[in-house]
């Protein structure tokens, strides 16, 4: 008896002490986990590579851009210094999995918000109204879409924004469909095409750069409305909260203009004023 005595009690122990060690290995979870508030970790953002004025992996590893300006800031407020950001390139049909699956812990990739992604993510901001609009050669004519009848169109292929144009507007432009918008937009230097549309922002993004400059403007058409924002894994309102609070702040310390200014001003982009924070144009 005295035997079994000792083992319902070492057993009782070791309950104990189980218990204890998995409600520790909770709270240290909970400690560890990336929750925005630096404690000397790093924490990773999703970004396009391959926008310039957007989102741009520079030769020499470096990154710029309006999104890259955007996220270095937030970032920042979420209490991560720049040389603790580690920017993961974020392809638009990867966006909402590289969230659920945790790669990055917010994305600021020219992300419109709409009904169909917050589904399945939540958003902070927005952060940028864009339009839908035609990039086109200084000297142009073309001032209204339905001018691109019978002219040459390109854009990437199965955009949404070249079938707007082609469908609804200019039903005889001759559309060409490419890769990617470095190619539209070597095209439209040298001839082949008149105009290149999608996004206002990224089309003044590749308009800004250096061996452009002066070469390009944009028709200034309002074709759609694109409320960028920042995705965070569905779920993680604290994160969105921060995020929003972060946004708040840069438009009124000036760092948001001062942003659109350095990414787009080369290409006299007429931004409308920062967006407030749930504001969703339709």
């Not at 974020?90 to 790669?103: I, P, Q, V, W």
């Not at 290149?196 to 922002?201: I, R």
Request: glycine share 10%.
């Amino acid at each position: 008896m005295k035997l079994r005595k000792v083992t319902a009690a070492a057993a009782a122990a070791l309950v104990l002490s189980l218990t204890a060690t998995a409600c520790g290995g909770d709270d240290g979870d909970s400690d560890s986990a990336d929750t925005g508030s630096g404690g000397g970790g790093k924490i990773k953002v999703g970004i396009k590579f391959d926008q310039p004025g957007l989102g741009l992996k520079e030769p020499d590893g470096s990154f710029s851009g309006f999104d890259v300006d955007v996220a270095t800031y937030v970032a920042k407020e979420l209490g991560y210094d720049a040389d603790k950001i580690e920017f993961v390139e974020t392809k638009s049909a990867d966006r909402e999995n590289a969230l659920a699956r945790g790669d990055v812990k917010f994305i600021a990739a020219t992300y419109s918000i709409n009904d169909e992604r917050k589904q399945k993510v939540d958003f902070a901001g927005p952060y940028l109204l864009a339009h839908q609009d035609l990039l086109i050669k200084a000297d142009s004519d073309i001032s209204e879409a339905t001018d691109l009848n019978g002219k040459n169109l390109c854009s990437v292929t199965g955009s949404t924004s070249a079938q707007n144009v082609k469908n609804e507007l200019a039903p005889k432009a001759n559309l060409k469909q490419v890769s990617g918008y470095s190619e539209c937009i070597a095209a439209l230097q040298s001839g082949a095409v008149d105009a290149v549309t999608t996004d206002d922002s990224i089309l003044a993004g590749f308009a800004a750069q250096d061996q452009y400059k002066g070469k390009f403007k944009l028709a200034g058409l309002k074709l759609s409305n694109e409320n960028y924002g920042i995705g965070v894994k569905k779920g993680d309102t604290a994160t969105t909260d921060k995020i929003n609070a972060a946004l708040e702040k840069m438009v009124k310390d000036g760092a948001w203009d001062t942003a659109v200014k350095d990414n787009f001003g080369p290409a006299n982009y007429k931004n409308e004023p920062a967006p407030k924070i749930g504001d969703i144009v339709s």
